[in-house]
């Protein structure tokens, strides 16, 4: 396990170092002149200055100098569109807001989907499982940007509930974080019904009842903790949706976090905020599939992580 | 496996206990969203008892700066230092008075504004966006500032002024006993130190550091009451320059060095008639909130704070303003034709549209030079049948709902720069088509494409930029008025990065954009000859002698009288050649709570905040 860990936390900053590297090189090809930004032109003195000033006269002085930056202080360096802001500073005010709302999604989908699912699998065929079965339905079918857009004009601009404008209360997770984790929580339902009605069938599951053991103990003991392994594996893809995903949410409810960034710094060809952005949310990515891999070995034992197979 | 089947049949019915299970899950989702609830209470409170301890302590102050000049406090709005200098003709606070003596008029209530963006800095100097200008002016003073009713300048930080013949020296006389939010007394030391921070070049702040090269030194007189601004050469926005600057307090700003001045975000104070509560402490994100100044040396305003919203998304800033989370806000166009015709709406709030000289206008570029070689559109009569093609005022009922008025140069209509005589050339097909017949378009081909005098079909690219505004809307009926006369349009939407790149090369064929404007705008960087080269905005390689001499005149005459006169032979040549056509100005547009009185429109937009008040009875945020 410890040889495992150590792996993959050496491959871990390899892996960000080439996911920059390819980063940089798309950015740096694309079309399109960052310093250029505003309808008024710079005279070419003006340009170059620009340019000099953020090591982009050409590519390898960038490289250099950015990598450089990254690697011994962690610095993105400024935003080439907003001359006011450092990489940093959005990262340090609007991360932390992404990361509230994703956290509280993924929260959120887990709870309803195991739940959900659970219940759907031990009342196969009945009310709470075609209940559940729609729930679903809904949650898969329907893109995170129209259940946003209907939350929002039916609790905000209809029932004018919660206020908008202001970030910072609790109650202003609730509407995104619901939009976000629909689709997330109708996988795990749907994940957890399947792999939860299979359980179910086991022999170790009848020879537990036949024990003795009340219904409630056999479930929740001994069947859901092996009907969550195929869940636990999609958490990692599902945290990745509900932290990057909310690029459209953030906007239709007016949140402060970083999809906004995300998106603009490519339409800006902001060089040192996609850069920024991206390895970030790599970062987290990474970490995440990490924490669900180590995962594994607490809830099955017999997954032998360490082998290729269970490396997957 | 038979047990099992009889199980999960048996196991379908709804039964008590899951009843009891179903209740308890829904019991607890209440509970957790109670509980958030409470907990965002507790939150506000916390809020509401630090804004009391903040207006206390602000109380206290005032008590405390009124002893200290052993006097008992007075009610504000009789402060010593204004009524002193009421020469009413001169007084910059008459509106306010005035405001005052109307019924129902009261100190209190917040006003919530609505951005329709974020704010990145609001440390002065370093900010570049629209909005932290919009926070900084209540917190900023100048020397002298503009009557937004009458477009005249008022004394504010200056009490007098006087101009040298020669227009190379202006002298502004220091008003006395003006203080900063922060006690400090503000004297022309400060205004010299503002000039000399600009000019340092170690100070990120290179668009103001160039816009005040033109000034050689500012010195103060020996006794501290006036200061000087010196010039090399006279200049038509000299006293502009010196006049508006926003004056920064030496013994605040002075204490950082350069990197950290550079690096800070919120770093704002001033002298104006509302401040930061802590005026190093804003972050982006965290909400824009000012109080009102109670040591400010003028009247000071009704309301206690202003509060500056920011959203990322117009329908979200609709949707603050109709559920009354904010109190103001400036719609686009479809907006406010939307929010009109809601009547609870329009019956609990107030609107407003106006022309204002400070918005700026829509215009098509035709590019006269390609490839070295002169275009189609390098003939006049082209362009000007270009234009006579467009009916105009139909675009503007179509596109921007009625909200913008037809311009026929680069100045606000109602600007003084703009020419009234000068009137826009009509939409008139007949003559267009002549004008195209004089020019050599005399034949059609197969396909009724009009045929230039080298044979070639008359078609051609209008490169726009794809997804901003109404641009793609605007094209389509553009298209359709040319294919009337034969003239293919092809529309060439890129996205922006691509978009300006192509400006800059001028690798265009027909392009459109906006300029922003000023109430009096330099149009050198535009239409000025010399603009040709690479990094000039003359990218339409357009020429006229004439047009050159006005502008080099216009840009040396400190004489407002004679300056207007040779803006005005400017736009009479850009009318009459037609370099773009101009399309049209946005009005501007403005939605507000009711509650608030005495919202006016003059001359340039709305009236300001400090002349706005709440009958006491109509509170909102203060009643808590």
Redesign the interface.
């Known amino acids: 396990m410890i040889r495992f860990l150590i792996s993959r936390l050496v491959q871990f900053p390899l892996i960000l170092a080439a996911i920059y590297l390819v980063t940089f090189f798309m950015a740096w090809v694309v079309?399109?002149?960052?310093f250029?930004?505003?309808?008024?032109?710079?005279?070419?003195?003006?340009?170059m200055q620009r340019r000099r000033e953020f090591h982009a006269e050409n590519w390898r002085t960038f490289l250099v100098y950015y990598s450089g930056r990254v690697v011994r202080h962690a610095d993105f360096g400024q935003s080439m569109q907003?001359?006011?802001?450092?990489v940093n500073?959005?990262l340090k005010?609007?991360l932390p807001?992404s990361i509230t709302l994703g956290l509280f999604a993924l929260i959120v989908a887990l709870l309803g989907g195991v739940?959900l699912g659970t219940v759907a699998a031990?009342?196969?065929?009945?009310?709470?499982d075609w209940l559940s079965l729609s729930i679903a339905l809904i949650g898969v079918s329907l893109p995170g940007f129209v259940a946003a857009a209907m939350l929002?004009i039916f609790f905000?601009?209809k029932l004018?509930w919660p206020?908008?404008?202001?970030?910072?209360?609790?109650?202003d997770l609730?509407l995104p974080g619901v939009a976000l984790a629909l689709l997330p929580m109708a996988y795990i339902a749907r994940l957890t019904r399947v792999s939860m009605l299979d359980i179910l069938?086991n022999d170790y599951v009848?020879t537990a009842r036949a024990k003795g053991l009340s219904r409630g103990v056999v479930i929740w003991k001994h069947a859901l903790r092996n009907a969550l392994l195929p869940v636990l594996s999609y958490l990692g893809p599902a945290a990745a949706y509900t932290l990057t995903g909310s690029f459209v949410v953030?906007?239709?409810?007016?949140i402060?976090g970083l999809g906004?960034h995300f998106v603009n710094s490519i339409?800006?060809?902001d060089r040192t905020m996609i850069l920024g952005t991206v390895i970030v949310y790599s970062f987290f990515l990474l970490t995440f599939n990490l924490l669900v891999d180590v995962s594994y070995a607490f809830v099955d034992p017999r997954i032998d992580v360490t082998s290729d197979r269970g490396d997957a | 496996m038979p047990p099992v089947f009889e199980k999960t049949r048996m196991e379908n019915r709804f039964g008590l206990k899951d009843f009891f299970l179903f209740s308890f899950l829904i019991l607890l989702g209440i509970v957790i969203l109670l509980t958030m609830k409470q907990y965002d209470r507790q939150w506000e409170t916390i809020q509401s008892i630090s804004t009391k301890i903040d207006d206390q302590q602000r109380a206290i102050l005032t008590i405390q700066d009124a002893l200290s000049k052993g006097a008992i406090a007075l009610p504000s709005g009789t402060h010593p230092a204004t009524t002193a200098a009421s020469d009413l003709k001169n007084d910059p606070f008459q509106h306010l008075r005035d405001a005052e003596k109307m019924p129902g008029y009261a100190r209190g209530d917040w006003l919530v504004y609505g951005f329709g963006n974020q704010v990145a800095k609001l440390t002065p100097l370093l900010s570049t966006d629209l909005y932290a200008q919009r926070v900084q002016e209540h917190v900023l003073d100048s020397l002298v500032t503009r009557d937004k009713y009458t477009l005249e300048w008022k004394p504010q930080l200056a009490t007098a002024w006087t101009i040298s013949p020669d227009g190379l020296r202006i002298t502004f006389k220091m008003r006395q006993g003006v203080k900063f939010s922060d006690g400090e007394p503000l004297t022309a030391d400060d205004v010299v130190f503002t000039y000399k921070f600009i000019m340092n070049e170690k100070i990120a702040c290179p668009r103001d550091r160039s816009y005040l090269e033109r000034v050689k030194d500012v010195v103060k007189s020996e006794n501290g009451d006036e200061v000087t601004f010196i010039y090399g050469e006279p200049y038509f926005e000299s006293f502009l320059l010196a006049a508006g600057l926003g004056i920064m307090p030496r013994h605040f700003y002075g204490k950082f060095k350069p990197e950290e001045f550079n690096q800070s975000v919120g770093l704002l104070m001033g002298s104006g008639a509302y401040r930061m509560e802590n005026p190093e402490d804003w972050k982006p994100g965290k909400l824009i909130q000012l109080v009102r100044n109670e040591r400010y040396w003028g009247v000071l305003p009704a309301l206690e704070r202003l509060v500056f919203k920011e959203f990322s998304n117009e329908i979200a800033l609709q949707t603050a303003f109709s559920n009354g989370d904010i109190d103001l806000m400036e719609p686009q166009a479809s907006q406010y034709y939307d929010m009109i015709r809601q009547p609870p709406l329009v019956e609990r709030s107030q609107h407003f549209d106006f022309v204002n000289p400070e918005e700026g206008y829509r215009y098509v570029a035709w590019n006269e030079k390609k490839n070295g070689k002169p275009t189609r559109f390098a003939d006049k009569r082209v362009r000007q049948a270009m234009t006579m093609l467009v009916n105009r005022d139909r675009l503007i009922q179509e596109i921007m709902l009625g909200y913008a008025v037809a311009t026929s140069g680069p100045f606000s209509p109602v600007s003084k720069q703009s020419d009234p005589t000068v009137k826009a050339l009509p939409f008139d097909i007949g003559r267009a088509k002549k004008l195209l017949v004089d020019a050599g378009f005399t034949k059609m081909n197969d396909e009724g494409i009009l045929l230039g005098p080298d044979g070639t079909p008359f078609e051609f690219k209008l490169t726009y930029p794809s997804g901003v505004g109404n641009y793609e809307k605007m094209i389509i009926a553009l298209k359709d008025s040319y294919a009337k006369a034969g003239i293919k349009l092809d529309p060439d939407p890129l996205e922006w990065a691509s978009f300006t790149d192509r400006l800059n090369n001028k690798n265009f064929e027909a392009i459109t954009l906006g300029w922003g404007v000023k109430i009096e705008s330099d149009i050198y960087q535009e239409f000025h000859s010399s603009q040709m080269v690479e990094g000039g905005d003359d990218f339409m390689s357009y020429k006229n002698e004439e047009l050159d001499k006005a502008i080099d005149e216009a840009r040396r005459t400190v004489d407002e009288d004679k300056r207007m006169v040779l803006w005005h032979k400017a736009h009479q040549i850009l009318a009459e050649d037609q370099p773009y056509m101009f399309l049209w100005t946005r009005k501007g547009m403005w939605f507000a709570d009711k509650r608030f009185q005495n919202v006016k429109v003059t001359k340039l937009g709305l009236n300001d905040y400090e002349e706005w008040f709440v009958p006491k009875a109509q509170h909102k945020w203060t009643k808590k």
């Open positions: 079309p399109g002149d960052p250029q930004k505003t309808d008024k032109n710079l005279s070419p003195q003006a340009l907003y001359d006011e802001w450092s500073d959005i005010s609007a807001v739940g031990v009342r196969r065929d009945g009310l709470l929002f905000t601009a004018h206020p908008i404008g202001e970030w910072g209360h609790l109650r609730v069938g009848r953030e906007k239709v409810f007016n402060p906004q339409l800006n060809r």
